[in-house]
């Protein structure tokens, strides 16, 4: 097995549905990753410990997701040089807002990079675009990532305007005359 470039690192394994995305996307761009449950408050000294190996171990990014008050990512950042990358977790009591504020409001000099609410793919795409700076292979797997995000996007209009918006209406003998009467022009496909 190849070594892990990244590290997918999780306070709970409860956390795993979302953090999984994460997993998913690395492995669509062939990139090796280690997914490991720690936490900064339930096993503050094995975060401590992983951090600071990490860089020795040939990890390039963590991305780390927690929730509430969602410390780890924080805790990571304190003790590596890699780039931290911040995933809040959606929590019932406030809908991760909570997890969203511990994890972007970090002092100066020490930052996460935090993407949204739950959104682990943003923080694999994110850590894919760092590893290619020094990767030509990876640059060219993201050009194509964004063209297919260029062509599901134009997909979905076209079917959107394909089957969810009437058709040209033929002006019927004083129609648009009556008050209210609206026509709701079909938006050009290209
Ligand atoms: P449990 O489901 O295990 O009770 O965890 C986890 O990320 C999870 O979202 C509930 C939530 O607690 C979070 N947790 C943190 C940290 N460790 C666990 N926020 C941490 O170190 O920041």
């Known amino acids: 097995m190849k070594r892990p470039l990244v590290g997918i690192l999780m306070g709970s394994d409860s956390d795993w549905p979302v953090m999984e995305q994460a997993a998913k996307t690395l492995k669509g761009f062939g990139v090796p ?109 993201l050009a194509v990532y964004k063209r297919r995000l260029v062509a599901s996007t134009r997909k979905a209009d076209q079917s959107l305007n394909r089957s969810r918006l009437p058709g040209p209406t033929r002006p019927r003998a004083g129609a648009g005359k009556a008050q209210g009467s609206r026509q709701v022009p079909r938006a050009r496909v290209r």
């Open 33 to 141: 990753c280690e997914p490991r449950v720690l936490s900064a408050h339930r096993s503050p000294e094995l975060v401590r410990r992983y951090a600071s190996a990490a860089a020795a171990r040939g990890l390039k990014v963590l991305i780390a997701g927690a929730g509430g008050s969602a410390h780890l990512a924080g805790v990571l950042a304190a003790h590596t040089t890699l780039p931290v990358i911040g995933v809040p977790i959606q929590t019932k009591s406030l809908k991760g807002l909570d997890s969203l504020l511990s994890t972007v409001q970090m002092p100066k000099g020490v930052p996460v990079a935090t993407v949204a609410i739950d959104n682990a793919t943003n923080a694999a795409v994110l850590a894919v675009q760092c590893l290619a700076l020094s990767n030509s292979r990876l640059r060219r797997a």
